[in-house]
């Protein structure tokens, strides 16, 4: 299971982090990945992280911006967004995938992840 939290309403240029907890699952085998979906349009790739947190891969959208972290003593995977736009207003969900790649570069797909949490929103005002 994976629990989503920390969406809120924030001004343009402010930030916000979220957390995602997961239970059930070896926590620290699993990359996880946060994705955002916007009304009308398409779930899109924001971040992912290794189980070990070794590596992490993003979009160009947000590169620079966000940051994807994880505490796998605490079974929780963060996203820190810096800089916010009313472009990244959309309902944010975290998801789980087993780590068997070195790089999550190849978690940028989301046909890879199984596992999904309930979405947090995020609201940017301008």
């Known amino acids: 299971q994976l629990q989503a939290c920390g969406g809120g309403l924030v001004q343009a240029g402010g930030s916000l982090r979220l957390s995602c907890a997961a239970s059930g699952l070896s926590f620290n085998n699993y990359v996880m990945g946060w994705f955002r979906q916007a009304p009308g349009k398409e779930r899109e790739f924001v971040g992912a992280?290794?189980?070990?947190?070794?590596?992490?891969s993003y979009p160009d959208s947000v590169k620079g911006r966000f940051t994807i972290s994880r505490d796998n003593a605490k079974n929780t995977v963060y996203l820190q967004m810096n800089s916010l736009k009313p472009e990244d207003t959309a309902v944010f969900y975290c998801?789980?995938?087993?780590?068997?790649?070195?790089?999550?570069?190849?978690?940028?797909?989301?046909?890879?992840?199984?596992?999904w949490g309930q979405g947090t929103q995020v609201t940017v005002s301008s």
């Open positions: 998801a789980a995938a087993l780590d068997t790649y070195v790089t999550a570069y190849f978690y940028m797909n989301i046909n890879r992840y199984p596992y």
């Open positions: 992280i290794t189980g070990s947190g070794g590596s992490t």
